[in-house]
């Protein structure tokens, strides 16, 4: 028997410290913000694209 597992929404495995340092580089490369974690914690769970617009507005 093969089984695989999707693990998409964190429940196995905390993606969310990858994500961060994800959106960090973008958000930098992008904005040159440099983005901090509680910023980031506080909007977990936001769609990406939201969760950009959200950042610029908070921090400039």
Known sequence: MN????D??????????FH????KMAIKEVAYID???RTFYLLE????AEMALE???IMG
């Open 8 to 17: 998409m929404d964190g429940v196995l495995v905390d993606m969310m410290p």
């Open 20 to 23: 961060y340092v994800a959106m």
């Open 35 to 37: 983005l901090d974690k």
């Open 55 to 57: 950042i610029f507005k």
């Open 45 to 48: 769970g936001m769609p990406v």
């Open 3 to 6: 089984v695989l597992i999707f």
